[in-house]
């Protein structure tokens, strides 16, 4: 019975990365050794123990075969007799198909340290092709590191696309694959890779359209819109901002793939359909509420938001009610920076002040100020028919809004309340 330290573990070490988890894979042991050891079974679909101190992962050698399509689609095999190389072999890529043994000794069956060296991202075996998740995995790894797909994997990925296996990718797992590359540090890096290989186009046509749709020069130097995405997302990485305010970043100009040639590069209306495409993309692969809905209000009010300066107050007062801003304030915080991002995604726009963000926080402060339960109260007092209540209290705390953000907004000192929230 041996140990051994294999996968991301030893791949980030090696790189002189964080190392979050340690997994472990154990050679020459069956269930009942591991048992016996104290160590307690967690794995459903293939033999995962957990170590009775560290409570860190150590499974068992094994190897899979294909038999039926989807990333579900394999019988796993486990005994004492499967080797490491064997076990190694199983796995989707060079870099993560190193070991180390308890000596710290390194083994490298597949050639994955020179490839982590060189920056490349190359398929241990033809048996990455009998997983799709393989490729959305590989996509990620490139906007994790940086690293370029070797041209053999590039082809091997195109006909995994070209023969259907994409298709049979179950949307929580898209998801789950997008969520996270658009976590990574250039999170364009993964749509780009997903472009090539053919995939965005299977499993998010949306964006994959975008690409060659052009935009007007004058406000958008990049002209092309998935182009523009990509800068905008990547932009959002830079700045750290959560999953939700990364998606609706990437969802908000899907409109403009749908806008008819004749009429580019302008593309009058496209707010709306991209409220359409989002909520059928959202729930085609299962997207998660609180990114959903933030993406809705982005794509529905991004460009009222970068019209704010010329906006009249009654208007900024019924944008606040419309996305909520009132009662989820910290949403409406994420709101304004994935706009921000929209702003900022373009050559020579990532330094520049994006002064809209910071008047809609202030008329924002300045309508916090009405006490809309007071309000209520007086009211309700002097108000004989109750049917009228809602609407004259809707009324007369939209006005007592409408008069603070004016007087803020016209009459106060922007800069000063600027300096003050920074």
């Known amino acids: 019975m041996k140990t051994y330290l294999v996968g991301g573990s030893v791949r980030d070490e090696l790189l002189g990365l964080p190392v979050q988890d340690h997994d472990y894979v154990v050679v020459g042991a069956s269930p009942e050794d591991m048992e016996r050891l104290g160590y307690r079974p967690v794995g459903k679909d293939f033999p995962v123990f957990l170590h009775p101190q560290t409570n860190e992962q150590y499974a068992l050698a094994r190897t899979e075969r294909k038999i039926s399509r989807g990333y579900k689609g394999f019988e796993v095999f486990t005994s004492p007799q499967v080797t490491l190389q064997e076990d190694l072999a199983r796995r989707d890529l060079t870099i993560n198909s190193i070991a180390k043994d308890e000596t710290g000794h390194i083994i490298d069956p597949f050639n994955g340290v020179a490839d982590l060296e060189a920056g490349i991202l190359r398929h241990v075996s033809p048996a990455f092709s009998e997983d799709p998740v393989r490729i959305l995995r590989a996509a990620r790894f490139a906007a994790r590191f940086g690293f370029r797909l070797a041209p053999e994997t590039l082809a091997l990925m195109n006909d995994m696309v070209h023969n259907g296996e994409v298709d049979a990718l179950v949307p929580e797992r898209v998801w789950q694959e997008l969520a996270r590359g658009l976590m990574e540090q250039h999170p364009s890096r993964m749509f780009y890779v997903l472009r090539e290989c053919g995939a965005l186009a299977r499993i998010m046509p949306e964006v994959d359209v975008l690409f060659g749709v052009p935009q007007p020069a004058h406000a958008h130097p990049e002209i092309d819109t998935g182009v523009h995405i990509m800068m905008a997302i990547d932009y959002a990485a830079s700045k750290h901002f959560s999953l939700p305010v990364r998606f609706a970043t990437l969802m908000h100009d899907l409109g403009k793939g749908t806008t008819p040639p004749e009429e580019w590069p302008r593309h009058i209306g496209h707010e709306a359909r991209s409220i359409e495409l989002t909520r059928n993309l959202c729930e085609r692969i299962r997207v998660p509420k609180d990114a959903r809905d933030l993406a809705l209000l982005v794509a529905r009010y991004h460009g009222d938001v970068h019209r704010a300066e010329e906006l009249r107050p009654a ?108």
């Not at 050559?347 to 300045?366: D, N, S, V």
């Not at 007086?378 to 009228?388: K, P």
């Open 315 to 422: 208007t900024v007062a019924d944008m606040l009610q419309s996305v909520d801003a009132y009662r989820k304030p910290a949403r409406f915080e994420e709101f304004l920076q994935a706009c921000a991002c929209d702003f900022h995604g373009r050559p020579g726009y990532a330094g520049k002040p994006y002064t809209q963000a910071e008047r809609l926080k202030i008329a924002l402060m300045a309508a916090q100020q009405v006490d809309a339960g007071a309000i209520a109260a007086e009211l309700s007092q002097v108000v004989i028919n109750t049917a009228e209540l809602p609407a004259a209290i809707h009324n007369k705390v939209r006005d007592a809004r409408i008069s603070k953000i004016k007087k803020e907004l016209l009459g106060g000192d922007v800069d000063t309340i600027h300096s003050d929230l920074s």
